[in-house]
């Protein structure tokens, strides 16, 4: 079992569509549950100053409104600076739906998490979907237990995604197989499921999820 830091998104890493304020406790029970010491920060000044002692970060927030400044305030300043100090010293991330365009005034963490909402990036409706295992991914430990994950959440589609990440989760939309889910020099996960507090009445999402936090724990 490991010493977990969730981050929820508010302020300048929250935005007007994703509920962190649901999602985020609903990670954290997961978590709990299975036996983790789950401490839950808000993303605000001070936040990330001790990330090195922890032996994983979850962030489950946002990267703002695209029209609106990048720079929050220079009272984050240290924060960055020590997410980017984090990731240097090889921290274990995982970053969960939206999150991986978060902390925009960092690039140490888009450089980490290996992909994001691009300029033909879309999704359709939220709706019940299944996800499965990406190409060559179905005997990588975070489908242990696992054929398919069933659940209520948005289809990611089109996603920028760079080279050399492992692609471990995708689903398929019109004929097209789409990634979702991929790990980064087994020192970050990017899992794009998540959207609301529905997700995680999947017992297959939930399982998941544990099983990316272990592999991250390893």
Avoid: C
């Amino acid at each position: 079992m490991g010493r977990i830091l969730v981050l929820s998104g508010v302020g300048p890493y929250a935005d007007p569509w994703h509920p962190f304020e649901r999602t985020t406790p609903a990670i954290a029970e997961v978590l709990r549950d299975a036996g983790h010491a789950v401490e839950v920060r808000e993303t605000v000044a001070g936040s990330m100053l001790d990330l090195a002692s922890f032996d994983l970060l979850v962030v489950n927030a946002g990267g703002g409104i695209a029209d609106e400044p990048e720079s929050p305030s220079a009272e984050f300043d240290d924060d960055l600076g020590a997410l980017g100090d984090y990731l240097d010293a090889g921290g274990r991330a995982l970053s969960i739906h939206t999150s991986n365009g978060a902390f925009r005034q960092q690039p140490k963490w888009r450089a980490a998490v290996g992909g994001n909402w691009g300029p033909d990036s879309w999704h359709p409706e939220i709706s019940d979907a299944t996800f499965e295992p990406a190409a060559r991914a179905e005997k990588h430990p975070v489908w242990a237990g696992l054929d398919a994950v069933k659940v209520f959440d948005e289809k990611y589609s089109r996603l920028d995604i760079d080279e050399g990440v492992t692609p471990l989760v995708q689903h398929t939309l019109e004929g097209r197989d789409e990634v979702m889910g991929w790990a980064v020099r087994g020192q970050v996960v990017f899992d794009g499921l998540g959207h609301d507090e529905r997700s995680y009445e999947s017992a297959s999402r939930r399982q998941l999820l544990l099983n990316e936090v272990a592999w991250l724990l390893r």
